[in-house]
């Protein structure tokens, strides 16, 4: 018997041949394994750089007692409470084990093979990746010349089999913002049969006036859903919990997608918990404005270009190749983020806003490689 495997590839759809695996920031443990480094920091995966407040963490630990029950499928206290906060029907919310896994399960839901979804590029990867594995059915329509989402090219790329369009508010990875006008604008040019999620994963770091609340337009637009999540100025990225709003009828279809137990224990009450703690995301938002004004300036003195931003990170361009420079601040202990994943050229680099001591370590390194 030939025990020689046979040629796997051939048994795979091409759209999953196709894709780019998510490539995430380096972890630190990573980072410290291979370069023998103990002092290191992330600023490369958008996370909050402040820990859980003592209240969420003693939630978590209290809840970790009864981990060997399955979580509440229903999330039923989750949604009462996240109901009751943002004004909304328990009915319009659906959760999901990071707003990454709705967004997924969003375009499966929908999407039948020849339809397609449009987005913008370079924007969120994971829209990219879902498309690409779900019937190739991507649409991505670049941005404009200052970085941001073209919403006119995108409601020009929508045909009758279009079903699905992703707008990235505040967009990753440039920190670009639609404004409210800009947005009821699309929402006006676009048919009602085409489901627009705004995915608002930035939303509580952004401070522009004319930034909308996505959840205003879902009482004259109900071909709206509100994608947020809990992992960035909650803190909790690492119990993945994130939710959808929009109108019940399709929450309910929605909601037949999701993994049984999809949310799991530690996420739901840590979720609960931070909800409790408004004024910690009023901190956090303010701490990041700081910090990301003096950031930004810091870069600029450095010979960056930074594109004005709305969120927790900086997209920043700069002579030198961003795979070296990454390279050589790794060596420093510092990890930010080359745009290469992002489908971008070369000298693009995106750096999460850290605390204000890591963001001083980052351009005293910077300062060091460029020769400041
Ligand atoms: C724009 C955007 N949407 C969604 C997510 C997914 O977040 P999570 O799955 O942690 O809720 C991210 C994470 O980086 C993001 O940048």
């Known amino acids: 018997m030939n025990n020689h495997p046979p040629n796997f590839n051939t048994l795979f759809r091409p759209g999953t041949l196709s894709v780019q695996p998510y490539s995430p920031g380096k972890p630190i443990e990573e980072v410290q394994r291979e370069l023998g480094l103990e002092d290191i920091i992330k600023l490369a995966s958008n996370e909050d750089p402040e820990g859980p407040r003592p209240e969420v963490i003693a939630a978590i630990q209290q809840a970790a007692l009864e981990i060997n029950r399955y ?58 990746l879902a498309a690409s594995l779900h019937f190739e059915c991507g649409r991505p329509v670049p941005l404009d010349e200052q970085d941001r989402h073209d919403l006119v090219a995108m409601a020009a790329a929508v045909d009758e089999k279009t079903k699905l369009m992703m707008i990235c508010n505040p967009n990753n990875p440039t920190g670009t913002y639609c404004s409210a006008q800009a947005v009821k604008t699309l929402l006006d040019s676009v048919p009602r049969r085409v489901i627009v999620v705004l995915d608002e994963a930035y939303f509580e770091y952004a401070f522009a006036e004319d930034y909308p609340d996505g959840l205003q337009f879902l009482a004259h637009y109900p071909n709206v859903v509100v994608a947020r999540t809990f992992s960035k100025i909650h803190a909790l990225a690492g119990v993945r919990v994130g939710y959808a709003v929009g109108h019940p009828d399709l929450i309910k279809q929605f909601q037949k997608t999701r993994e049984p137990f999809n949310v799991n224990t530690l996420a739901q009450a840590g979720a609960i918990a931070a909800l409790a703690l408004p004024d910690a995301v009023a901190q956090r938002a303010r701490r990041n404005r700081t910090e990301g004004k003096w950031l930004a300036e810091a870069l600029l003195g450095l010979g960056f270009s930074v594109v004005p931003s709305q969120a927790n990170f900086l997209f920043a361009r700069h002579a030198l190749p961003a795979g070296e420079l990454c390279a050589r601040l790794l060596k420093l202990g510092v990890i930010i983020r080359p745009m290469s994943a992002f489908g971008l050229g070369d000298g693009a680099v995106r750096i999460t806003i850290g605390l204000p001591e890591e963001n001083r370590r980052c351009i005293a390194a910077l300062e060091e490689i460029l020769g400041h």
Not at 82 to 87: F, S, V
């Open 71 to 128: 979580p509440d499928g229903s999330c039923y206290t989750l949604t009462q409470k996240l109901a009751h906060h943002l004004g909304v029907e328990p009915e319009s919310i659906l959760l999901g084990n990071g707003s990454n896994e709705l967004l997924n399960m969003i375009v499966r839901a929908l999407i039948s093979p020849g339809e397609n979804m449009v987005f913008a590029r370079p924007s969120f990867v994971v829209y990219d």
